[in-house]
């Protein structure tokens, strides 16, 4: 059993709290550790270090920020086997996918290591007679990283790289579920030079959270996790001054037209469906046939997804468990009101159960056909293994349907027609957008980010809009004295 502290000042950090929860191993159900539950003290404890070390940090040269940040680099690519395992045997994927999580999270990295080109500003020569004009733009001090269970490694490095790069100085409060990929991320920037207090890590839950919302020290949040706690996050964050990026849930569509390759559009539903048992912003959860093609369509991912080996992630399996067993839980409870709702169950995850497993979290891949609107298993995200089938009769419903739904993160058509393809491009009302690609996620040096309801604040992650998050412009106007101009004139000041 291990402790998982908090870190401050590049060591661990056990808080004063005496609060802890239990971190689950959910393939076998078996508690591993236990993670200190930061009380507000500890939390103005762990704020306190990163405002100190900040002036320095600012004041550090771009050549000193960008040496550690591609030693972090370096660490991270030589180590990722460790990271990997560590997000395993907390969170439950399989090791490759959690490979590939380090992996995306690593790109956001190398982006950040481009931050002196990032970071240029403009300069006007003789903006006005002898007057020069520049823009600079700034860190903003302490900078909280709220994240989720699903991605521990990879949504944290969303956001620290560009916020170290830029200046800043990071406090991170990972999800209870899954904190320990937080620790290791710590010490490797420890090992990579970075200086005390620069990345802190602060271990917690609701408690944690409010002390970062509402301190003065910090000056930005950037939030990731369901949708109603993201709306209260940016409300709460903005009532105190600071800014915010609260991303949120999700509810991702992929039409299917009649043309499409349906071999392309069955794997991809099983992929984007039921990799990482669902738990991903970016699954497919609702797929929209159009016309012709639903019948063919289910029967082909029905194949595939009854060919799906569910189990421990270490053992070659294609899908680990559910993160813990009351999600699981709940999950399963989605499958049961749907079936009673009248929605066909065609895979039924329920029976699922492992060999030598018996205490896992697992639901198997479940698909559900001639779903409506108005069930439960299409209106709530679900965050599991269950994808549901939804029958249209023309491109136009499809995307009205689409767009009737409050979440706006990713969406995908599959389609063989370049001018569709365009026109949903256009017409869909959702930040990230996939043609014959299901799970859309952006590479680093784009931005990360839905609309409507998976998104609250106005800048996306990463990319450049990640680099104006993390700081603030400045504008300089400035004039060298020449003895021979001068004189009182209240007039304002134009150019000449
Ligand atoms: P969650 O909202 O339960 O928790 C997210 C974070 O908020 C965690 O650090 C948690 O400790 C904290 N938290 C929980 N309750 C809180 C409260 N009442 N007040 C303040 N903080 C609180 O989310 P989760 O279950 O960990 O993650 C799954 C959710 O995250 C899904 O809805 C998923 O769609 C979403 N998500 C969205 C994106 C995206 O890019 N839009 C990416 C990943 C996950």
Redesign the pocket.
């Given at each position: 059993m291990t402790t998982i502290a908090h870190w401050v000042n590049n060591e661990p950090y056990a808080g004063g709290s005496g609060s802890t929860s239990p971190v689950t191993n959910p393939a076998t159900g078996a508690v591993t550790g236990e993670v200190a539950l930061a009380d507000a003290r500890d939390a103005q404890h762990v704020i306190a270090a990163a405002a100190a070390a900040f002036p320095a940090w600012r004041d550090a040269s771009l050549a000193r920020r960008t040496a550690v940040l591609f030693r972090f680099r370096e660490l991270l690519d030589a180590r990722k086997d460790e990271l990997a395992a560590i997000i395993t045997a907390e969170h439950g994927k399989v090791l490759s996918d959690a490979l590939g999580e380090v992996a995306r999270g690593q790109e956001v990295v190398e982006f950040a290591c481009g931050i002196p080109h990032l970071l240029k500003g403009g300069f006007s020569e003789n903006a006005s007679t002898s007057v020069d004009v520049s823009s600079l733009r700034q860190p903003l001090g302490v900078a909280a990283v709220?994240?989720?269970?699903?991605?521990p490694a990879m949504?944290p490095m969303?956001f620290f790289p560009v916020a170290i790069a830029a200046g800043n100085t990071v406090v991170l409060?990972?999800?209870?579920?899954d904190p320990s990929a937080s620790l290791w991320l710590a010490r490797l920037w420890a090992e990579a030079g970075l200086p005390a207090g620069v990345f802190n890590v602060l271990q917690?839950?609701?408690v944690?959270?409010?002390e970062l919302?509402t301190n003065p020290a910090v000056k930005a949040v950037s939030?990731?996790?369901?949708?109603?706690?993201?709306r209260?996050?940016y409300t709460t964050a903005t009532a105190h001054g600071k800014r915010v990026q609260a991303?949120?849930?999700?509810k991702n569509h992929a039409v299917v037209l009649p043309d499409a390759d349906l071999d392309l559009a069955a794997d991809s539903m099983v992929n984007a469906g039921f990799g990482s048992a669902g738990?991903?912003?970016?699954a497919i959860s609702a797929v929209v046939t159009v016309g012709s093609v639903a019948d063919e369509l289910v029967a082909r991912i029905a194949e595939r997804a009854t060919k799906i080996r569910t189990g421990d992630g270490t053992r070659g399996t294609d899908m680990g468990p559910l993160?813990t067993k009351a999600?699981r839980d709940k999950v399963k409870a989605y499958v049961d009101q749907a079936e009673t709702d009248g929605a066909k169950l065609v895979v039924d995850g329920r029976q699922v159960r492992p060999e030598g497993e018996p205490d896992g979290f697992w639901l198997g891949p479940t698909l559900l056909d001639h779903v409506r609107t108005d069930m439960s298993c299409y209106t709530d995200?679900i965050?599991g293994p269950v994808l549901s089938v939804l029958r249209v009769e023309t491109y136009e419903e499809a995307l009205a349907l689409v767009n009737a739904n409050p979440y706006g993160?990713g969406t995908a058509i599959f389609t063989n027609d370049g001018g569709a393809a365009r026109k949903f491009r256009n017409e869909v009302e959702v930040g990230m957008v996939g043609i014959n690609v299901p799970i859309p996620v952006p590479v680093a040096y784009y931005s990360?980010?839905?609309w409507k309801n998976?998104?609250f604040g106005d800048t996306h992650?990463h990319g450049t809009e990640g680099v104006h998050f993390f700081t603030r412009g400045k504008v300089v106007t400035t004039r060298w004295p020449d003895p021979s101009q001068g004189g009182v004139n209240l007039g304002f000041p134009r150019n000449t």
């Open positions: 709220i994240s989720p269970f699903n991605f949504v969303w409060k990972p999800s209870e579920k917690g839950d609701k944690a959270v409010d919302l939030f990731v996790g369901s949708t109603p706690i993201a209260s996050v991303l949120g849930g999700a738990e991903r912003c970016m993160v999600h995200e965050f993160n990360f980010g839905g998976s998104l992650a």
